[in-house]
């Protein structure tokens, strides 16, 4: 069982003075000197890391933000046994990155995503019938962020018909895999003299590229002054 006495979380938003601030508040450790000055970023990286050891657990949403320098500081602090969480859509694949183990997190449920959606909307003070969540979700896919998002168009009176997501499947290799099934009957028939299914061949074999063709028809893809 693994004990943790110390834990703090901070996430990088450009400012490692306030990063460093905001983990050494967490940790009970002065950010001032003797003389009431604030520490400099190099002072209190020193500060904490007097002050960690293998009970402290540190945590870092979206990991990939984390500078280099701030990420050469956390591997002095592994190596002396302190525990850090890394949160990232991604694993970056580098220094510090290389030596974690690595952990998939499940997607959220449909159910947490509605909830998250029916939160926003109390806040925006919108009134959403389930109804209409119901015909929200799809925007959102499994990614809160996003279903918060929808939420805050809606409220705005914005139209949502396009998902702001990728969680989708390509359904593309089974076009063309049927499409392939289409040409070896056309073979067959050839080989075989059957004109019924060298015909049928033929004619699905041209029918389906030519509906591939059609249903890839799109618009201009980008905007007005682009």
Same mark, same amino acid.
């Given at each position: 069982?693994?004990?943790? #006495?110390?834990?703090?979380?901070?996430?990088? @938003?450009?400012?490692?003075?306030?990063?460093?601030?905001?983990?050494?508040? !967490?940790? #009970?450790?002065p %950010? +001032?000197?003797?003389?009431?000055?604030?520490? %400099?970023?190099?002072?209190?990286? $020193?500060?904490?890391a007097?002050?960690?050891? #293998?009970?402290?657990?540190?945590?870092?949403?979206?990991?990939?933000?984390?500078? %280099?320098?701030?990420? =050469?500081?956390? $591997?002095?602090?592994?190596?002396?046994?302190?525990?850090?969480v890394?949160?990232? *859509?991604?694993?970056?694949?580098?220094?510090?990155?290389? +030596?974690?183990? $690595?952990?998939?997190?499940?997607?959220?449920? #449909?159910?947490?995503?509605?909830? *998250?959606?029916?939160s926003?909307?109390?806040r925006?003070?919108?009134?959403?019938?389930?109804?209409?969540?119901? &015909?929200? !979700?799809?925007?959102?896919?499994?990614?809160p962020?996003?279903?918060?998002?929808?939420?805050r168009?809606?409220?705005? /009176?914005?139209? !949502?018909? @396009?998902? &702001?997501? %990728? !969680?989708? *499947?390509v359904?593309?290799?089974?076009?063309?895999?049927?499409?392939?099934?289409?040409?070896?009957?056309?073979?067959?028939?050839? /080989?075989?003299g059957? @004109?019924?299914? =060298?015909?049928?061949?033929? *004619?699905?074999?041209?029918?389906?590229?030519?509906? @591939?063709?059609?249903?890839?028809?799109?618009?201009a893809?980008?905007r007005?002054?682009?």
């Amino acid at each position: 069982m693994v004990l943790v #006495d110390l834990a703090a979380i901070a996430i990088y @938003k450009g400012s490692g003075k306030k990063f460093f601030q905001a983990l050494a508040f !967490q940790l #009970d450790i002065p %950010t +001032e000197n003797d003389e009431g000055k604030s520490l %400099t970023m190099d002072q209190l990286k $020193e500060e904490i890391a007097a002050n960690c050891n #293998d009970s402290t657990l540190l945590i870092f949403p979206e990991a990939k933000r984390l500078t %280099t320098g701030i990420r =050469y500081w956390l $591997e002095d602090l592994m190596a002396s046994g302190v525990r850090v969480v890394c949160l990232a *859509v991604a694993n970056p694949g580098r220094d510090i990155f290389l +030596e974690m183990l $690595e952990i998939e997190l499940e997607m959220p449920s #449909d159910q947490r995503i509605r909830e *998250v959606m029916r939160s926003e909307a109390k806040r925006q003070g919108l009134n959403i019938s389930e109804s209409r969540l119901a &015909e929200l !979700q799809p925007l959102a896919g499994r990614n809160p962020m996003v279903a918060k998002k929808v939420v805050r168009n809606e409220s705005l /009176g914005l139209k !949502q018909h @396009k998902p &702001e997501h %990728t !969680q989708y *499947v390509v359904i593309m290799p089974i076009i063309i895999a049927a499409l392939m099934s289409f040409g070896i009957i056309r073979f067959i028939g050839m /080989g075989t003299g059957n @004109k019924s299914l =060298y015909i049928f061949g033929g *004619v699905s074999l041209v029918a389906g590229m030519t509906l @591939k063709q059609l249903g890839s028809i799109r618009g201009a893809r980008k905007r007005l002054g682009q």
